[in-house]
């Protein structure tokens, strides 16, 4: 059914151009094992073969990368999908996958003014007192407009690109094909399983193409920090700067350090989203903020308690801290915008991160690794698990960093280094981990950005240490009690109920026990080929006797003094017996590309 929806003919146009962009980049062969060519050229669409390889001199990632940004939207958030996955791609491919940018020609206004008309419920020169009609920022997906509220309050207006669900709609039937043929055709990319990456790609895709999602997902951050006060040092001057910011507010009250844009819920949906706008210095001006006067190890520190707690006690975190979603404010305060990518960790996953990240600071491997092979267990990406090899090249690793002062560790290096013996011995991180590696690695070369001498493991040491002891504080062990008694519970009075069915299915036979054997079916599909490999093999050499015998009979039709149908049954068994050397030679190639 996907393959009829695929080759609809609304996906023809779309499909043409990106086979085209394909071949050019040398990816011809691909598009010829997913059925495209012969599909385009069944409808008269013609395919440049001649342009296959023209870029062919480019390292692969380079043309993956170039590629992707010439088929769109769809393939660039793909590409920045895959800049989280350090755990599948060396640090060159990820490096690549990085510079695709999120960026694209605004749309024309008049398309714009007329959905947000829909959207608002009446023209937006109408709904705000002010608005802009020049985008503030673009991106592939949506642009940004500013605009002033009747009360006088500054906003932005975030406004989905018109008809840009049918495109990706589209891309994502493609896309899904496209990992199909990958990972049945390509024996050294098949290990990175992506036809799971597609699926998690297209549910978050279409989460981030209804803003309403991204509008609570900011809500519940700001929720969270409600309240926070920050690592709490007594910086002085953080505590001026923040009298001076209230003085000037005429609140006489501190603001809060961490600043979460306000949503207007009254004119947020699928298509747009008004969020209050932050006036602050971009995280990529660095000069502006000294000139500023603010303090960079201030908000380097505050930065890193910030995405920490995020992640270690909220279990919800912004997955792009970049420079270009963190804005500056006075009183050494942050503000974070943009939460379409975000990641969520559950109460265990929040665990082993801090057991992990405290075993790497007080260079205890074997924590290390036994978090490491839980997050693994579900076997590697080429098969079973070397524990005791993956345990011993853990040791090592951290033994290397015994005695190091912390304040010389850097956290970042010390993961995107386990990450690497993860893919030495071809193991994934689930998505959700992946995510929380890369924000952790952004996350500390902008701190270090702004402060070069940034301590990040001391920063995070009290605060691991803090949420591994308060999962033991009584109020929360009773808490896990009572869920592992009501479950327990549950269990038990489910039992009875499960028992009567397993001895009614017994009673009238159709009880079924699945028993799946590692590797049966690549057993059974080599004796298939076996049997067929050996019945034309004596199908030929039937050929050849009858044939010999018919060259000494005489009489009947002759060519060149040779009897015609002794030449025509020699000629087939010839073209039998090439067949067959050539299916044994490609089972046998076949066989060694499965080897590990």
Same mark, same amino acid.
């Given at each position: 059914?996907?393959?009829?929806?695929?080759?609809?003919?609304?996906?023809?146009?779309?499909?043409?151009?990106i086979a085209s962009i394909l071949?050019?980049?040398?990816?011809?062969?691909?598009?010829?094992?997913?059925?495209?060519?012969?599909?385009?050229?069944?409808?008269?669409?013609?395919?440049?073969?001649?342009?296959?390889?023209?870029?062919?001199?480019?390292?692969?990632?380079?043309?993956?990368?170039?590629?992707?940004?010439?088929?769109?939207?769809?393939?660039?958030?793909?590409?920045?999908?895959?800049?989280?996955?350090?755990?599948?791609?060396?640090?060159?491919?990820?490096?690549?996958?990085?510079?695709?940018?999120?960026?694209?020609?605004?749309?024309?206004?008049?398309?714009?003014?007329?959905?947000?008309?829909?959207?608002?419920?009446?023209?937006?020169?109408?709904?705000?007192?002010?608005?802009?009609?020049?985008?503030?920022?673009?991106?592939?997906?949506?642009?940004?407009?500013?605009?002033?509220l009747e009360e006088g309050g500054?906003?932005?207006?975030?406004?989905?690109?018109?008809?840009?669900?049918?495109?990706? +709609?589209?891309?994502?039937?493609?896309?899904?094909?496209?990992?199909?043929?990958? +990972? !049945?055709?390509?024996?050294?990319?098949?290990?990175?399983?992506?036809?799971?990456?597609?699926?998690?790609?297209?549910?978050?895709?279409?989460?981030?193409?209804?803003?309403?999602?991204?509008?609570?997902?900011?809500?519940?951050?700001?929720?969270?920090?409600?309240?926070?006060?920050?690592?709490?040092?007594?910086?002085?001057?953080?505590?001026?700067?923040?009298?001076?910011?209230?003085?000037?507010?005429?609140?006489?009250?501190?603001?809060?350090?961490?600043?979460?844009?306000?949503?207007?819920?009254?004119?947020?949906?699928?298509?747009?989203?008004?969020?209050?706008?932050?006036?602050?210095?971009?995280?990529?001006?660095?000069?502006?903020?000294?000139?500023?006067?603010?303090?960079? @190890?201030?908000?380097?520190?505050?930065?890193?308690?910030?995405?920490?707690?995020?992640?270690?006690?909220?279990?919800?975190?912004?997955?792009?801290?970049?420079?270009?979603?963190?804005?500056?404010?006075?009183?050494?305060?942050?503000?974070?915008?943009?939460?379409?990518?975000?990641?969520?960790? !559950?109460?265990?996953?929040?665990?082993?991160?801090?057991?992990?990240?405290?075993?790497?600071?007080?260079?205890?491997?074997?924590?290390?690794?036994?978090?490491?092979?839980?997050? !693994?267990?579900?076997?590697?990406?080429?098969?079973?698990?070397?524990?005791?090899?993956?345990?011993?090249?853990?040791?090592?690793?951290?033994?290397?960093?015994?005695?190091?002062?912390?304040?010389?560790?850097?956290?970042?290096?010390?993961?995107?280094?386990?990450?690497?013996?993860?893919?030495?011995?071809?193991?994934?991180?689930?998505?959700?981990?992946?995510?929380?590696?890369?924000?952790?690695?952004?996350?500390?070369?902008?701190?270090?950005?702004?402060?070069?001498?940034?301590?990040?493991?001391?920063?995070?040491?009290?605060?691991?240490?803090?949420?591994?002891?308060?999962?033991?504080?009584?109020?929360?062990?009773?808490?896990?009690?009572?869920?592992?008694?009501?479950?327990?519970?549950?269990?038990?009075?489910?039992?009875?109920?499960?028992?009567?069915?397993?001895?009614?299915?017994?009673?009238?036979?159709?009880?079924?026990?699945?028993?799946?054997?590692?590797?049966? @079916?690549?057993?059974?599909?080599?004796?298939?080929?076996?049997?067929?490999?050996?019945?034309?093999?004596?199908?030929?050499?039937?050929?050849?006797?009858?044939?010999s015998i018919v060259m000494t009979?005489?009489?009947?039709?002759?060519?060149?003094?040779?009897?015609?149908?002794?030449?025509?049954?020699?000629?087939?068994?010839?073209?039998?017996?090439?067949?067959?050397?050539?299916?044994?030679?490609?089972?046998?190639?076949?066989?060694?590309?499965?080897?590990?």
């Amino acid at each position: 059914m996907l393959w009829q929806a695929l080759v609809a003919a609304r996906d023809l146009g779309r499909l043409q151009e990106i086979a085209s962009i394909l071949i050019r980049y040398g990816f011809g062969d691909m598009v010829r094992r997913m059925g495209l060519a012969n599909l385009l050229e069944r409808t008269g669409r013609v395919l440049h073969w001649h342009e296959a390889g023209e870029l062919a001199h480019l390292p692969p990632h380079a043309r993956v990368r170039r590629a992707l940004e010439e088929m769109g939207p769809t393939f660039v958030k793909l590409g920045q999908i895959l800049a989280t996955r350090v755990d599948l791609f060396e640090p060159e491919w990820i490096a690549e996958f990085s510079k695709l940018q999120d960026s694209s020609p605004a749309s024309p206004y008049p398309e714009i003014h007329q959905q947000l008309t829909e959207d608002l419920g009446a023209p937006p020169e109408e709904v705000f007192a002010a608005f802009d009609p020049q985008p503030l920022a673009t991106g592939s997906i949506a642009q940004v407009h500013r605009a002033r509220l009747e009360e006088g309050g500054e906003v932005v207006v975030k406004v989905r690109r018109p008809g840009i669900r049918l495109v990706i +709609e589209a891309d994502l039937r493609w896309l899904s094909r496209l990992a199909e043929a990958i +990972e !049945t055709g390509n024996s050294e990319l098949r290990y990175v399983h992506w036809q799971e990456v597609v699926r998690q790609f297209t549910q978050s895709l279409r989460r981030e193409l209804d803003f309403g999602v991204e509008c609570r997902n900011a809500e519940r951050i700001a929720m969270n920090f409600s309240g926070y006060s920050g690592p709490d040092p007594t910086y002085e001057t953080s505590a001026a700067g923040l009298d001076a910011v209230a003085a000037t507010d005429g609140t006489g009250f501190a603001p809060p350090l961490i600043v979460i844009p306000r949503v207007y819920w009254q004119w947020t949906g699928e298509r747009v989203c008004v969020q209050e706008f932050i006036d602050g210095i971009p995280g990529r001006d660095l000069a502006a903020v000294d000139h500023a006067g603010l303090d960079r @190890k201030i908000l380097a520190s505050r930065g890193v308690h910030a995405v920490i707690k995020m992640i270690v006690e909220d279990g919800l975190f912004h997955a792009d801290p970049h420079p270009g979603n963190i804005f500056y404010l006075p009183g050494n305060r942050l503000a974070f915008i943009d939460f379409g990518m975000v990641g969520r960790l !559950t109460e265990e996953r929040r665990d082993q991160l801090a057991r992990l990240l405290l075993g790497l600071v007080q260079h205890e491997h074997m924590r290390v690794a036994d978090v490491l092979l839980d997050w !693994t267990s579900g076997g590697g990406m080429g098969g079973d698990i070397n524990e005791d090899a993956l345990t011993s090249e853990i040791g090592t690793f951290v033994d290397q960093h015994l005695g190091v002062p912390l304040r010389q560790l850097k956290l970042g290096n010390m993961l995107s280094d386990l990450v690497t013996i993860l893919r030495a011995h071809q193991l994934s991180l689930p998505p959700d981990l992946a995510l929380f590696v890369k924000t952790f690695i952004t996350l500390e070369g902008m701190g270090r950005e702004l402060d070069p001498e940034l301590d990040l493991a001391g920063e995070a040491l009290p605060m691991l240490r803090g949420a591994l002891a308060a999962r033991y504080v009584p109020a929360a062990m009773a808490k896990r009690g009572w869920r592992a008694a009501a479950d327990i519970a549950t269990l038990i009075g489910d039992l009875p109920r499960d028992l009567a069915r397993l001895v009614r299915s017994a009673r009238r036979g159709r009880l079924d026990i699945h028993v799946e054997v590692a590797h049966l @079916k690549h057993v059974g599909d080599q004796l298939g080929a076996a049997a067929n490999r050996l019945v034309i093999g004596i199908v030929v050499a039937a050929i050849i006797v009858g044939s010999s015998i018919v060259m000494t009979v005489s009489g009947g039709p002759t060519l060149l003094g040779l009897p015609i149908f002794g030449l025509i049954g020699y000629s087939c068994a010839t073209i039998g017996g090439i067949w067959l050397l050539l299916s044994i030679s490609r089972s046998n190639k076949a066989d060694r590309d499965r080897k590990p």
